[in-house]
Nanobody, 121 residues
Framework: QVQLVESGGGLVQAGGSLRLSCAASGRTFSTYAMGWFRQAPGKEREFVAAITWRGGITYYADSVKGRFTISRDNAKNTVYLQMNSLKPEDTAVYYC??????????????WGQGTQVTVSS
């Protein structure tokens, strides 16, 4: 069992940066692939970024490639999402997820409650 808690969301102007964190409980955190997803009002949840359990492989949605960076610290049971050059269209609730392998769909076993990111123009 893994419990996930996101933090670091907030209000930022376009062009600014935020760093999201996802703290996990459970001793098996380091064996899970981790993903970040987001959901804007009236839209489906969409993939943002993911990282393998060792951190050797990362994958990004085209819409965030070059602006967002996913990383993890298994010693701290935490995964991060560094978001730079934010745009108003990045506004959404951001969720982290844990699963047995890196996928770009919502097929992850565990989900956090989400953290709101709002980018003003």
């Amino acid at each position: 069992q893994v419990q996930l808690v996101e933090s670091g969301g907030g209000l930022v102007q376009a062009g600014g940066s935020l760093r999201l964190s996802c703290a996990a409980s459970g001793r098996t955190f380091s064996t899970y692939a981790m993903g970040w997803f987001r959901q804007a009002p009236g839209k489906e949840r969409e993939f943002v970024a993911a990282i393998t359990w060792r951190g050797g492989i990362t994958y990004y949605a085209d819409s965030v490639k070059g602006r967002f960076t996913i990383s993890r610290d298994n010693a701290k049971n935490t995964v991060y999402l560094q978001m730079n050059s934010l745009k108003p269209e990045d506004t959404a609730v951001y969720y982290c997820a844990a699963g047995p392998r890196l996928v770009v769909t919502t097929e992850y076993n565990y989900w956090g409650q989400g953290t709101q990111v709002t980018v003003s123009s």
